[in-house]
């Protein structure tokens, strides 16, 4: 039922006088089924905003947001069977999958837990049955059904967060740093599982991180936000080939080697100006070495490029920055 040549997920714009904090501005982008996007920035630049907009956690206040050809801006505002069918479809993972794990429960009923809900007719043999499947795709063992989270590793928790996400069938996962808490050898196990089972399920990733080396691993395409705002947004090839944007250039410069992947750094130098207020015109320009009046002074927009990026900077659109 998707029609894979066209972009599905059209459009996300939001604006939030309220939530100032978490405001997020003029954010455009479409995902294509089996695609992994991925947000990066420093911490918030916004990326978790949006990730909780595209699944109704917050509400749109301007623009819009099509799944599937379906207009669904008021997600967060629906209720009843047809909005829990729709949200069945979208799956979020987050950073400390021990926050979103019941202690009290068992694994096999946190795994469970969506199929009762959304499955009533299913016997309870047949939701072990599957409880079990679902606990081997994500590389453990059906009888750690039995078990309480508290009795795995970083790691484990997340692999059973994983196959709770995944017992819905869900076509769309949004991924909210979901290693960032882990030590480096684990999260490339769970990055290298989370892209297995997109392989094997078709399923399509936004993918949310602060770090470039693990995004460089996972994704497609990568939207580098600053300030609420998608400075450059491209094939993760050629933004790592040949980044255009001065900050995506700042951000590429600061990757690390592997062995500093998942250790939250100071990428940049320059203060992350205050959100609530951000600086006149381009966001980023008292950090831009670049900037001149005009930068000041208006807002850029994202203008698509012949290398298949979309750039917002003055800069760029008038050539004076490769
Ligand atoms: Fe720098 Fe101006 Fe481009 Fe902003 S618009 S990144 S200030 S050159
Ligand atoms: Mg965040």
């Given at each position: 039922h998707f029609d894979v040549s066209k972009p599905w997920l059209n459009r996300v714009i939001e604006r939030s006088e309220k939530l100032s904090l978490k405001a997020v501005d003029g954010v455009s982008f479409s995902i294509r089924r089996g695609e992994t996007v991925a947000l990066v920035g420093e911490s918030g630049c916004g990326k978790s905003t949006v990730a909780r907009l595209v699944v109704g956690l917050y509400g749109l206040t301007r623009g819009s947001l099509v799944f599937d050809g379906e207009d669904i801006s008021d997600l967060a505002q629906r209720t009843g069977r047809q909005a829990a069918s729709l949200r069945k479809r979208f799956q979020m993972i987050f950073q400390d999958p021990y926050a979103s794990l019941n202690p009290l429960w068992r694994v096999g009923t946190i795994i469970g837990e969506p199929l009762r809900f959304f499955r009533p007719e299913m016997s309870s043999a047949d939701r072990r049955r599957r409880v079990g499947e679902l606990l081997e795709q994500v590389g453990m063992s059906p009888m750690d059904a039995l078990r309480y989270p508290h009795e795995f590793s970083g790691g484990q928790r997340q692999r059973i967060s994983i196959a709770r996400a995944l017992s819905n069938e869900p076509e769309f996962m949004i991924c909210d740093e979901p290693t960032s808490a882990l030590d480096v050898s684990v999260q490339a196990q769970i990055l290298n599982l989370m892209r297995d089972l997109q392989d094997e399920y078709g399923l399509t990733y936004l993918f949310i991180s602060h770090d470039m080396a693990v995004v460089k691993h996972m994704s497609d395409r990568i939207a580098v936000m600053y300030l609420g705002r998608i400075a450059e947004i491209a094939p993760s090839d050629q933004l790592f080939g040949n980044p255009h944007h001065p900050y995506s250039k700042m951000l590429l410069a600061a990757v690390p080697s592997l062995e500093g992947v998942g250790k939250e750094r100071t990428?940049?130098?320059?203060e992350v100006p205050n959100p609530v207020h951000p600086p006149s015109g381009c966001a980023f320009h008292p950090r831009?070495?670049?900037?001149n009046a005009r930068c000041k002074a208006e807002v850029p927009l994202l203008i698509a490029r012949d290398d298949g990026s979309e750039v917002a900077c003055h800069g760029v659109e008038e050539g004076r920055i490769e």
């Open positions: 990428m940049i130098q320059g831009c070495p670049h900037a």
